[in-house]
């Protein structure tokens, strides 16, 4: 869901792929029953490998990287893996990576995944998908906002069977560039994972980043080195806002 300043750089940029497994929540709380519908888990043969999020009643949003586990197949419409209707709930998924997407640390880590039939709301389960940003975002430093997933919930954990979610504060980007000295990719976001102890873990990757009266502004990406052990440096998103272009063309086509 990772000289002394050389050797530092390539160690962070090292790291990227050790954060590409992504993150579970630290530091959150269980969600209640049916809040965060357009919640996805994707899967592969072994369980719960990525987070992510329905945007279309066909397509699902999750982060590129996690297309090195081998996602089979998509939950939708429940908070506990534990209560999964393979009939209803299951998906199985065509990928639509990013054609730029080649590591983590290059960027462009987002992935569209079609769902195998439309995903329908019912009276049961109000599926509804999450609502996009229409343009690029203006997020203010220590804006909280909030991220949520079924990761780890502690660092070298395991991932988990109940939707957690937790409030992040928003990281001005130079300041965390800095932090990461400058080897963030471009088209990112930072929240969370720095000066506080809340944050994502291995597991959450994919998921959404939630702000402004829970709008999808970013996609879990990448932490640093697998450690989950607040504060450390901030949590990385893919930021939405800059790949609407592409999104809008696969979803209005239906088609990668």
Same mark, same amino acid.
């Given at each position: ?6 050797? !530092? ?6 790291? +990227? ?35 992510? @999020?329905?945007?279309?009643?066909? +397509? ?15 939950? !939708? ?122 944050? @994502? ?8 980043? !939630? ?10 990406? +990448?932490?640093?080195? &697998?450690?989950?052990? &607040? ?5 990385? &998103? ?19």
């Amino acid at each position: 869901m990772h000289s002394l300043l050389k050797i !530092l750089i390539f160690h962070v940029l090292t790291c +990227f792929g050790g954060n590409a497994l992504g993150s579970e929540i630290i530091k959150g709380t269980k969600t209640t029953d049916k809040s965060m519908l357009y919640m996805a888990s994707i899967q592969n043969h072994s369980g719960h490998v990525c987070g992510g @999020f329905l945007v279309s009643e066909d +397509f699902v949003v999750t982060a590129a990287h996690c297309d090195n586990l081998n996602p089979t197949s998509v939950v !939708l419409g429940t908070h506990n893996l534990k209560n999964v209707d393979n009939k209803t709930m299951r998906y199985s998924v065509r990928k639509c990576k990013h054609p730029s997407f080649v590591k983590t640390s290059s960027g462009n880590d987002i992935m569209l995944l079609k769902l195998s039939r439309k995903a329908r709301p019912s009276k049961k389960v109000p599926l509804k998908p999450i609502k996009l940003p229409s343009h690029k975002q203006h997020l203010k430093e220590k804006k909280l906002c909030l991220v949520a997933g079924w990761g780890y919930t502690r660092t070298n954990g395991t991932v988990v069977d109940e939707l957690q979610v937790v409030d992040v504060p928003i990281i001005d980007l130079k300041k965390c560039q800095g932090m990461w000295h400058n080897a963030l990719p471009a088209n990112v976001i930072c929240a969370g994972g720095y000066d506080t102890n809340k944050g @994502f873990c291995q597991g959450d990757s994919g998921g959404p980043l !939630l702000c402004n009266g829970k709008t999808a502004v970013g996609v879990v990406s +990448f932490n640093s080195n &697998y450690n989950c052990n &607040y504060p450390d440096v901030p949590n990385v &998103y893919t930021d939405l806002s800059k790949f609407l272009p592409w999104m809008k063309k696969i979803l209005k086509k239906k088609n990668c």
